[in-house]
């Protein structure tokens, strides 16, 4: 029930083409949603995050889609670019208490190809 | 900007031999972390630190592993014994609130031979 499922596990766009990565989690406990993305040899970087009680969050070029009764919830990269490229991460977690541990998606390799 | 750093960038050691991973958090968050990535798979949490004790830890975080937080600004990982297996990227993070967003450090990888 602790984890958080991601597809694809590779994904190869074009230039200027949308990017989508999807995540879905068993857990109701949850109520906080953080996608990072990570170079090779560099710390996860938190990209954007999102709560239940919204269905979408834009920050430029990143959409997260929440889709609350069905527990999933997915990142959209419009206008993706070659510097797009890397590991993307999504997360899950519980808000308060002494701990908000992430428990992290398996990872998605985006390609963007020029 | 204020981050977390980590130190050393990188650790070999030698089967069996202690090793401590240094963190400085971001001064005013309270809450501190460890995860760890073996190459290629995802991160995982080891422990979780708030209130100078430790908060959560998984089940990897076993008997070999500690932490400490030995002054106002650094929190370390101690495995007392390192194993083939806990070769990994170590990454140390911190949050200012319980539910709200981690930064990570640039990670540590550690390599046990």
């Known amino acids: 029930q602790q984890q958080v499922k991601q597809s694809p596990q590779s994904l190869i766009v074009q230039k200027g083409g949308i990017s989508i990565i999807n995540c879905a989690y068993e857990n109701t406990a949850f109520d906080y949603f953080p996608w990072y993305q990570q170079f090779p040899g560099k710390g996860p970087a938190l990209l954007i995050a999102i709560r239940p009680d919204v269905s979408e969050k834009k920050e430029g070029r990143f959409t997260i889609s929440f889709n609350k009764s069905a527990k999933q919830f997915s990142l959209h990269i419009m206008d993706s670019q070659p510097g797009d490229s890397a590991t993307y991460f999504c997360?899950?977690?519980?808000?308060?208490?002494?701990?908000?541990?992430?428990?992290f998606g398996t990872g998605t390799l985006l390609a963007v190809q020029p | 900007e204020p981050e977390v750093t980590q130190t050393p960038s990188h650790q070999v050691t030698q089967m069996g031999q202690e090793v401590i991973l240094r963190c400085v958090p971001i001064s005013n968050h309270l809450y501190f972390y460890w995860y760890r990535q073996i190459l290629g798979q995802k991160v995982e949490f080891l422990v979780s630190f708030y209130n100078n004790e430790i908060s959560e830890k998984s089940e990897i975080f076993d008997d070999q592993f500690s932490v400490e937080r030995p002054d106002g600004s650094n929190f370390t990982l101690k495995i007392r014994s390192t194993k083939l297996e806990d070769s990994a990227m170590y990454f140390c993070?911190?949050?200012?609130?319980?539910?709200?967003?981690?930064?990570f450090g640039q990670g540590t990888r550690l390599t046990v031979v």
């Open positions: 997360a899950a977690s519980t808000h308060g208490g002494a701990t908000n541990k992430l428990i």
């Open positions: 993070a911190s949050s200012n609130q319980a539910g709200t967003e981690a930064f």
